[in-house]
């Protein structure tokens, strides 16, 4: 088995450390991630987590595919019996990803976040088991994760839900529905994964989830497949630049906040170095180019809603596209 080419730092695999070297800051990560990055949930964050009412997650199909999908349930349906332990009284609806992908032994991350105090909480593990209504994960890896680019909106309960749960597409490509979703969001989560059976049980493996913010209409939309995102400077762990390194494969999320309605996407994912595009988009650092290989578009998924946004302060210095579709 080859060893990978960062071993003596175990807080990241070979893909992050990559990245971080093709942007020159492999040197000072190797030294914060081993600080940062803990195979345990410190006690803020287990509290952080038993107060949400949803959390992101991502997950692996049998093909290989990342998927990112949401939970929800009223706060406190994140229990942490242990800092290594996380119980879930939730389980995904028959059309997410997630009702696939939800098995013993098999990875998962968990992307709690709270925009309207713009916190987030990364805990990648294994699921152990599933009863009833519930599902319990070994922490493998958890960190926090800065404010940055989160968009600030406050959550709200809608009194009736009718409409749950109406899957209104399933297909290869992206109809109008789903590009109107796409080009007016300013969020989406991102699930990416790492092959699990070359280091199997290292903490250096298996998935992850994340956030992506920017103004609205940050995503562009070419053609009816692809989709092109500006990456911005972030904590420079590059967890899901480093994934996509060594599996070009992701899983986006998009969330509807004002109706619920959900756009899961299945993607081929490619890091793009340098270009016209990237010169484009004042602020980017890299563009990742996403292909589509399958659309799933739920309407009135979620019991949430939220209120209008507040764009995060972050995204000042960053511009727009021009002459996007």
């Known amino acids: 088995m080859n060893q990978p080419a960062c071993a003596a730092s175990p807080a990241f695999h070979e893909g992050e450390c990559a990245v971080q070297e093709r942007v020159g800051v492999r040197e000072q990560l190797a030294a914060i991630g081993q600080r940062a990055i803990l195979d345990f949930m410190p006690e803020q964050h287990r509290e952080f987590l038993r107060q949400l009412p949803f959390v992101i997650a991502g997950s692996v199909d049998s093909a290989g595919q ?52 713009r916190r987030r909480n990364r805990v990648n593990g294994v699921i152990t088991e599933i009863t009833g209504e519930s599902f319990a994960v070994q922490v493998r890896q958890s960190f926090g994760n800065c404010p940055k680019y989160i968009q600030a909106r406050k959550l709200q309960y809608p009194a009736v839900n009718n409409a749950a749960g109406k899957v209104v597409q399933r297909a290869e490509q992206l109809n109008e529905a789903a590009k109107k979703i796409i080009l007016g969001a300013d ?102 180019r996403f292909r589509v290989r399958e659309v799933r578009h739920v309407e009135a998924a979620l019991p949430l809603r939220w209120g209008a946004a507040s764009l995060s302060p972050f995204l000042e210095a960053t511009g727009s596209w021009q002459g996007g579709s």
């Open 187 to 288: 969020t989406f989560f991102i699930a990416t994964s790492y092959p699990v059976a070359e280091y199997a049980g290292e903490n250096r493996h298996g998935a992850d989830a994340s956030h992506r913010g920017g103004r609205p209409g940050f995503v562009r939309v070419e053609g009816n497949d692809t989709l092109l995102v500006p990456d911005f400077t972030g904590n420079f762990y590059f967890n899901t630049l480093g994934n996509i390194a060594i599996h070009p494969r992701a899983g986006l999320l998009f969330i509807d906040f004002d109706t619920g309605g959900l756009l899961y996407l299945a993607v081929d994912a490619e890091i793009v170095w340098q270009g016209k595009a990237l010169a484009a988009f004042a602020g980017a650092q890299r563009l990742l």
């Open 66 to 117: 990342p998927w990112a999908s949401v939970l929800t349930n009223p706060p406190g349906f994140i229990e942490s019996p242990s800092p290594r332990q996380l119980a879930v009284r939730a389980l995904p609806q028959a059309f997410d990803p997630l009702k696939e992908t939800l098995l013993p032994g098999k990875p998962i991350a968990l992307l709690g976040i709270e925009p309207h105090s």
